[in-house]
């Protein structure tokens, strides 16, 4: 069911590995070409255009963009209390992870008389998206929203894509999600129109500064179109999976973690990295009783087939040098001392650690963020944390005689640059 790739003896280089190892392909600049007049018409004509494209990609067409009130409280009182339960408990340990992120301003004297002060500033508004499509993601609210507000932010906007079985609204579980944690500006608007509805403006939704959450390509399309004229956060394509494993791994829970994966989509990449052919095997069988049972087979064996593979290393060693090459989305590492293990990944969007650390604690419940990198972007970015939704600003003052002191340097760099101007503004106060 996965791909063997025997990398024992010489590692291939990591560029190289990234160019061996699967990844569903994706095409962002093309599906730019596709978004590209959505965004221009939402641009130019507003919520008729938001609500056209609705009409057109989602096949249904909400009375206005933006929720009613009584919608959500609605969709509140009808939520499951099982539900509600976990979504606050869910809430309650995502909002300790994230206050513990948030930074007080420090204030460094430089020289006697100069002193930098470092401020986080949040943002004034920030629109974030949830996906919809094949399940409803009331997760997903949780973790755009909590840090977010954890960071500061007075204004927010979620827009999550319409439902026709829902009467044009987005899915209710994502709407009691919204009512729980208090955001009450929710929008029935999907893709790339919601992208370019935050971004741009409309009558019925004034614009952000910030947009954030995960959707399919054109959501990603539409963020790198519009980024610059609003922050985002990273580009996010199909989700991923490492593990990490050795002998002491359970064949049964590394199975079990590479189809909850593979449920997602069928373009999911899946990869075990193993020393052991042993253990390689063992999940290979157990896959063979667990994808035929599960809800979603013909999904989970579309990803498993399309980018699923095992790659067999030499030892552990050797097998950090890959999954630090792969860098996933979420890395499990399933080996003796996972902890020792764990502690030397150097790129991963999110690292479970043992056993009794699935994926599924971190999309939900371990209070950790699950909006994260994908696509190999684990080497060079984070999940979404209170720092999107906060820029730094450096406060600098300075009194006559710490200014005096340093006329000098500055004239001598100043007159390097050819910047008489720069020299003469400090001239002009200390003569």
């Not at 939402?42 to 494209?53: E, I, P």
Request: glycine share 8%; aromatic share 4%; hydrophobic share 45%.
């Amino acid at each position: 069911m996965l791909r063997k790739l025997d990398l024992r003896g010489s590692l291939p280089s990591p560029a190289q590995l990234r160019r061996l190892l699967p990844r569903a392909a994706l095409d962002v600049d093309a599906a730019m070409d596709a978004v590209r007049p959505v965004c221009d018409d939402v641009r130019d004509r507003g919520d008729a255009a938001v609500l056209d494209a609705g009409e057109r990609f989602d096949g249904v067409r909400p009375a206005t963009v933006r929720v009613a009130p009584d919608a959500l409280t609605d969709a509140l009182a009808g939520l499951d209390t099982a539900v509600r339960d976990a979504l606050e408990e869910a809430i309650r340990r995502t909002r300790l992870v994230h206050r513990a992120q948030r930074r007080d301003p420090v204030t460094i004297e430089v020289a006697p008389g100069t002193r930098v002060t470092e401020r986080w500033i949040a943002v004034e508004r920030v629109g974030l998206y949830v996906p919809g499509g094949r399940v409803a993601y009331p997760s997903s609210v949780v973790m755009n929203v909590v840090p977010a507000q954890e960071a500061g932010v007075d204004s927010l906007a979620l827009a999550s894509p319409p439902q026709a079985e829902f009467g044009g609204l987005p899915h209710p579980t994502v709407l009691a999600a919204c009512a729980l944690l208090g955001v009450d500006e929710v929008y029935a608007v999907g893709g790339a129109q919601a992208i370019a509805m935050f971004a741009h403006g409309t009558s019925g939704c004034p614009a952000v500064d910030v947009v954030t959450g995960p959707g399919n390509i054109y959501v990603t399309a539409a963020k790198r179109l519009l980024r610059g004229l609003v922050g985002v956060d990273a580009e996010a394509g199909p989700t991923e999976v490492a593990i990490l494993a050795d002998d002491t791994a359970d064949p049964a829970y590394v199975a079990a973690d590479l189809v909850g994966q593979a449920e997602h989509d069928p373009m999911a990449a899946c990869l075990l990295v193993t020393p052991s052919v042993e253990l390689l095997d063992a999940v290979e069988v157990e896959l063979g009783k667990q994808v035929p049972a599960t809800r979603h087979r013909e999904r989970v064996e579309a990803a498993l087939a399309g980018q699923g593979a095992a790659a067999v290393v030499d030892d552990v060693d050797a097998g950090l040098t890959v999954v630090n090459a792969w860098a996933a989305e979420h890395l499990e590492i399933q080996t003796a001392d996972p902890a020792a293990v764990a502690a030397r990944v150097r790129n991963a969007g999110a690292v479970f650690v043992g056993p009794w650390a699935p994926v599924s604690l971190g999309d939900y419940l371990a209070g950790s963020n699950h909006v994260l990198p994908t696509g190999g972007t684990a080497r060079y970015s984070g999940g979404l944390a209170v720092s999107a939704f906060q820029r730094q600003v450096h406060v600098v003052e300075c009194d006559r005689d710490a200014l005096t002191e340093v006329a000098s340097r500055i004239a001598a760099l100043g007159g390097a640059e050819d910047l008489i101007a720069h020299v003469d503004a400090v001239e002009v106060r200390v003569r």
